[in-house]
């Protein structure tokens, strides 16, 4: 199962309290073309559940254009590494 599939997966709404800060670190192996899709799941998600966080998206090897593509996400929303 895919991390996008696993967000996806969360029941809406969550009745949590808020943590504090969240780091939360992806490994990204050939994920050039989910990478956009993960950061918008994943952010849905860390709003409702942290008062603050930061995603941080490590290239894992890929062979694929991802290494090229996360500094450009950067540029886009410098939260997110």
Do not use: F
């Amino acid at each position: 199962m895919s991390t996008v599939e696993i967000l996806s997966a969360i029941p809406q709404p969550l009745d949590l309290p808020k943590a504090s800060v969240v780091s939360l670190v992806i490994p990204c192996r050939n994920e050039s073309e989910n990478l956009s899709a993960l950061y918008v799941r994943a952010a849905a998600v860390m709003e409702r559940i942290a008062e603050s966080w930061e995603m941080v998206r490590v290239n894992d090897g890929s062979t694929d254009d991802t290494l090229v593509r996360l500094p450009a996400l950067h540029r886009e929303d410098p939260t997110s590494w």
